[in-house]
């Protein structure tokens, strides 16, 4: 997909002042902010809980390479196939080239956010091969020709009028005079028309949300079970996971799984949560006859050893961006790549570059509601300053923002200096100051009074008049 | 000071760049509420904690800073802020400057251990339970982010202005949410701030509060802006101004 | 370099690790091994008496429907009971599990049952499940021709028999019976924790069941 992150700052404008994103923005808080308060509440050991996973995603990363072979083995003694792709093009590859072998027409999908990283859809569809992505929301951005605006929501930029709109374009073999009002005949529309669409794929694709090493075992978590009609009912099932999936056992993935749902959506368990484990074997009556597993690096291991190794603990939930005050305004697509959000601004630098990235980890308050929330207490500010930091090492920092540090830099050293240049600010803003006490334009500050009043200084620094105080004046 | 003061803790404040230039009365009340908290106050020659710097990036420029104040507030027994996120930097962040330097690593640890934010150090450490001060009028209270998130000031500040006689504080829908201050956040990205603003601003407004409360002079400029710039009559003021009875000044924004 | 050792190699790089460090061989062996248990909520703890109530409280809340009886031979009945309150034809599709085959269907000559998966056109699946976890209401169902997966999620009516000693505290314990049943670190080809009818959010946030899988889950809890 094309990147553009560079321009995060107008794409945010523009998502600003778009009436249609910012009803549907609305939902956000409504559909996982206060579930997701309301699951936590019920939990009186939550915080426990998130320890439990966080640490055992440390222990992983920290044995990563043992795991990953553990893994790696069992799926193949449960006849399966494990290919490594270093990069996104080799997993592209590797997925075309199974796809090639079995002669497939058309592929479903499940939900997945790896193989938007690895922009799969096209490469298959450039080599002739269909795909039908099968989510709800996924199924409706692939209608619209526009990608995941939410790791877990992936249409949550949308109105139903909209999805309405699509619909009756799309499916234009139906009665037009079809009543399409409400959400649940969308649904039901979705439903017959990809049913369809289930049945007549020759490879199913999924994610994974855990690889388990213990049994070489894939695991999906979803709620509409398109991920299960996507993986059952095809020949060939290929799962793309990014290495940092895997943990050791059934129990490691359980700790995981009881923060992953409260987090995401405020469930406390997912409708599905599906383990597979190698091709169907003799005497099973439904399932694939092969099984794949795509493990992708793609620049993740490395992160390890440095200060990004903590975002491989991401789980994916989604819950960063909820909560943040930034995404809730500019939705997912102002971000410019596949991941948005905080965990998306820490992630895309390392995966398109902080050349191209470098808003995003500027564009944070640092109000650390992000961390807060996190199940897997992934220091998501602490980060972004890292990539701030490289960013100011390589010189990638906007000039003028460089060099109003410097003279800052060089007056706050000097403390006689500094008082006596605010003193000299002070003092003639506040000869300057507007009868209401506040500037409403001021030539050097537009980018605080083009929206906000600047309200005037007293008059005095502080310094000055504790000196004075303190003389006895 | 006279000899009689040595058994009381002496507290370095910290007034902050901001509270310095903008609005010296958050200090004067800072300091009269932390000597009535039984401290005696002294404030060292300063300039800024080092976040501009940090935030920015410059992990040098802000270690430079952040030995300039270690040095500087080093003889007290105490490093009081009227701020959260200044508070919060030096007590969160500064040991974490040094990590390749065990000396002033070591430095930066003790520093770090006597720092607070006003409120919570007058109720956390000074015991402090209520004031004597009065406001008449409904408050609400934003909580700013570092004090909230990275130093747990959210029921300090509600405890103390239960008590100012007249004042009723009444709970804005998404108080914990972040303002979009921000630092240089609000000038870089003004239109992602101003959006965020005008949500708390509409928050603040909703409650039927006449006068917006924090702790942080920036969130508080960054609202009563928002607020005036929307036409509402809302004032902002710092909570240390209304617990220390110092509201005789204008609102912030506001003129004489 | 094969893709598996270029990428191994480069996390133990990344690491600073060895190949051959033994330590680090054994810690993983061993939890491998072990396979220990994180501290749990405690509505993972719950007692045997305790754990049917939550497991239909748990399951309801999720949108299922849950309903006891006392013997195997009573399930018949129960299903044609249940189809005829929901007003749907009394036709159901189930797998060769041979407690699902033990049961006096002939008792409920209405009713007509079908062995085998589903190619989609069955209105309503029936499964057998290996067990369930009462902390989330969450029936764990294995595949295999016992319980074939299509069945899971074609029919848009799915019902579950589980028996009431197969219903653990926690997803952990239910491991643990995967372990006694299957032998350790070996697992049918499919596992599917299913909690409740299936759903979507995507539309305005909105849940509305039934997006792929069954709009309705009825379990049969026995004994």
Redesign the interface.
Known sequence: MDITSPSFKENATRAIGDKSLQKALGNVERGFIYKRAKAVAAVPAFETLRDAARDIKNHTLAHLDLYLEAYADKVAATGGHVHFAETAADARDIVLDICRRVEAKTVTKGKSMITEEIALNDHLEKNGITTVETDLGEYIIQLRGEHPSHIIAPAVHLNKEQIEADFRRVHDKLPPERNLDEPVALLGEARAVLRERFLAADVGITGANFLVAETGTSIIVTNEGNGDLTQILPRVHIVVASIEKVVPTLEDASAILRVLARSATGQEMSVYTTLSTGAKRSGDPDGPDEYHVVLLDNGRSAMLGTPFEDMLRCIRCGACMNHCPVYQVVGGHAYGWVYPGPMGSVLTPTLIGVDKAGHLPNASTFCGRCESVCPMRIPLPKMMRHWRENAFARHLTPPSERSGLGVWKFLARRPALYALATGIAVRAMALLKPKGGRFRTLPFASGWTRHRDLPAPEGRTFQAMWKDRKAGK | MGDSSHSRPRVGLLVTCLVDAMRPTVGFAAVDLIEKAGCEVDVPAQTCCGQPAYNSGDRDGARLLAEAVIAAFEPYDYVVAPSGSCAAMMKQHYPGLFADDPHWHARAERFSAKVFELVSFLVDVRGMTGVEASYSGKVTYHDSCSGLRELGVREQPRKLLGSVAGLEITEMKDADVCCGFGGAFCVKYPDISNAIVGKKADNIIASGAQTVLAGDLGCLMNMAGKLARDGSKVKARHVAEVLAGMTDRPAIGESE | M???D???S????????A?DEAT??L??AR??ET??????????QSSPAERFDLFRE?AE??SATVTRVASPGEVPTEIADYLRGQNLAPRIRR?ADPRLGAMPWKSVPTLEVWA??S??NDPVGLSHALGAAA??G?LFVT???DN???L???PETHIVVVAAEDIEA???AT?QRLRTTHGK??????????????????????I?L?????KRLHIIVVG
């Open positions: 094969s893709g598996r270029a990428v191994i480069r996390i133990r790089r990344s690491l600073g690790v190949e680090r061989r810690t993983v939890r491998l396979a220990p248990v994180a501290p749990q909520p405690a509505q993972a748990k809340a999720v797998g085998g998966p190619d989609g902390e989330t969450t595949s295999g021709a074939p997966t299509t899971n999620f074609l926690s997803y952990e491991w670190g070996t697992m049918p080809r499919t596992v599917n924790l299913i909690s409740g009818p299936s759903r979507s959010g995507d539309i305005e946030q909105t509305l039934g997006a792929h899988g069954p």
